[in-house]
């Protein structure tokens, strides 16, 4: 019975939980389309009451913007007339039904207190009797697998998220999230370090998920699409009161709202010549171009004497070349969006102003302006003038519009900055998929975001490199190793994940490692680099680890002595086509 109720209370749950949502959604798509007529009527009946009691000398600019807030006030309590639980509120009371009694106390205030274990200094593996061994792992988690395992916690809301085709929270996604967290934990870890797990897991899942549900929120609940049309429903407000419902009062109104579509088409002009900059730069065309690009720089670096670049790469390959791509491509300087967007600008306004002078009726008016106002997203004004039109106000109505276009658009403001080009999709798959190897940290050379597809272009795939430049070390001599992935043979006895016992590399490959091919690859051009640049750093890189460097015996039967730092990259100019 305990159990059938749980089900019973979980479904009314999500269906309430749907239900609210997808009432917000038609709700905000009447916003979306303009003031509802609910809203309208709101506005329309406190401006009746306001205009009618208005003293024959109209009202102060001080009272004006009283009456303003007052209105808008009044819209607002209307719309949020249902209490909306804070999101914050939601995630935490999910996570006391769910954890209360699984965490320990500590770690539970840790939550409450937003406190972040670093799971680097915590115990991962019981200690084992050093009397009948002569190794031993330490009892905290290796480098390359904190790394991956991080990496693997980060990407566990995406991954909810996508599955569930909801970037929103919903009832049960701590639930979900607590599941997934299991299937990443491994058997051997100690129960305490687990939990660190679970805690770590929650505080970054917390802040990205309030971040993901005020953005849903802006575009989908009717609160926040009323907030993001607050400046243009003030800006009408205002202009009633000062005017009343007459041709004069729609004539500023209309002229405002030509004035943010020119403004839109000119920020879009400016930002596409943000991003025609960075498409038209010969080094971004392609994944093997950009990634030349960046270790090229690195080496540069490594062979001026300059390796802590370098050094942080192999640390964290992910998202050392993510955060350099996306710096990079912000950063560049070519290409004027300021003068696009003013010559865009000047160019939609004298054909605007002279299309409201070139028209010979009120229904010329209507037909122009309802069909520019479609020209741009988020922006729903249409004017209707049936119970307005008088044939002679017509020059009256022409003239209002005219001069408020002339008088606001001749110092038009850009209050906001033109978009980063790492916003487009489109230009950041050019950097192709980022995921490391837990091996040997190479790089995918895959498509951004192949590992969603269905069929067998989704398993990761690359060059694979010297394994040392990720750590790997020989586990009884703890020199690092030089041997790259698809060089080891099948039937060598490999330890992953703090196991005791050891795993065929064979079968790890198949059963731990499955998204990933370890087959050479037809992309061997980097191959060279990779061994130059371990070649250069592995006693730098087994210093951070307390491990050894490798052997000159390692380094020679895998191709990473005496290799010339220029012809290596003369050879990759040449064979990309930079």
Request: aromatic letters at 10%.
């Amino acid at each position: 019975m305990e159990t059938r109720q749980t089900i019973e209370n979980y479904i009314k749950l999500n269906r309430r939980s749907v239900d609210t949502k997808l009432t917000q959604i038609l709700e905000a798509e009447f916003i979306s389309k303009g003031i509802s007529s609910e809203s309208r009527d709101i506005i329309n009946k406190h401006l009746e009451n306001i205009l009618k009691n208005m003293p024959n000398e109209g009202f102060s600019d001080q009272e004006r913007e009283q009456k303003i807030n007052e209105i808008w006030d009044l819209l607002q309590q209307h719309i949020s007339k249902d209490r909306i639980i804070p999101i914050e509120e939601q995630i935490d009371k999910e996570v006391e039904d769910i954890y209360y009694n699984l965490l320990s106390t500590e770690l539970y205030r840790q939550y409450m207190k937003g406190i972040l274990p670093d799971l680097s200094k915590c115990k991962a593996y019981k200690r084992i009797d050093m009397h009948n061994l002569n190794f031993r792992f330490s009892q905290y988690v290796e480098t390359n697998e904190l790394s991956a395992l991080t990496v693997r916690i980060e990407n566990l809301i995406d991954n909810i998220l996508k599955e569930r085709d909801s970037p929103h929270f919903y009832p049960g996604i701590i639930r979900d999230l607590k599941s997934k967290i299991l299937n990443i934990c491994q058997n051997n870890y100690l129960p305490e370090f687990k939990w660190n797990i679970h805690l770590y897991a929650l505080l970054k899942f917390k802040p990205k998920m309030i971040s993901l549900q005020e953005q849903w929120d802006n575009e989908n609940t009717q609160l926040g699409m009323l907030n993001q049309k607050k400046d243009e429903y003030l800006k009408l407000i205002d202009t009633r009161l000062q005017y009343g419902h007459t041709l004069v009062s729609e004539g500023h109104i209309i002229a405002d709202y030509l004035l943010r579509v020119i403004h839109k088409k000119s920020m879009n002009a400016g930002n596409n010549e943000r991003k025609d900059a960075v498409r038209n730069i010969a080094w971004l065309t392609c994944a093997e171009s950009i990634r030349l690009k960046y270790f090229e720089n690195l080496a540069e670096n490594v062979q001026n004497g300059k390796k802590e670049a370098a050094i942080q790469h192999f640390l964290n390959p992910k998202r050392r070349i993510e955060n350099w791509f996306v710096r990079t491509i912000n950063n560049i300087s070519s290409g004027d969006p300021e003068q696009k967007y003013k010559d865009t600008f000047r160019a939609e306004f004298n054909h605007v102003l002279q299309e409201i002078r070139n028209c010979q009726s009120f229904e010329e008016i209507k037909i122009f302006v309802n069909n520019y106002m479609i020209q741009v997203d988020k922006i729903d004004y249409k004017l209707d003038l049936d119970d307005q039109i008088a044939e002679n106000n017509l020059k009256i109505f022409q003239d209002t519009i005219e001069i408020e276009l002339e008088t606001k658009g001749n110092n038009h403001p850009r209050d906001e900055p033109f978009q980063n080009p790492s916003c487009d999709k489109s230009i950041m798959e050019r950097l192709g998929c980022t995921e490391a190897c837990f091996w040997c940290g190479a790089l995918c050379w895959g498509s951004r975001d192949h590992h969603e597809n269905c069929d067998k272009t989704k398993i990761h795939h690359s060059s694979h490199q010297p394994a040392g430049l990720a750590f790997l070390s020989d586990r009884y001599t703890k020199e690092i190793r030089a041997t790259p992935c698809h060089n080891m043979n099948d039937n060598c006895d490999v330890w992953y994940h703090g196991k005791d016992d050891p795993t065929k590399w064979g079968v790890a490959k198949a059963k731990d490692f499955s998204d990933w091919k370890f087959e050479p690859h037809c992309t061997y051009h980097f191959n060279d680099l990779m061994c130059w640049f371990f070649e250069k750093l592995h006693e730098d890189l087994a210093t951070r680890r307390n491990l050894k460097p490798a052997s000159k015996i390692d380094l020679e039967e895998n191709g990473c002595l005496s290799l010339n730092y220029v012809d290596i990259i003369s050879t990759l100019k040449t064979k990309i086509g930079e």
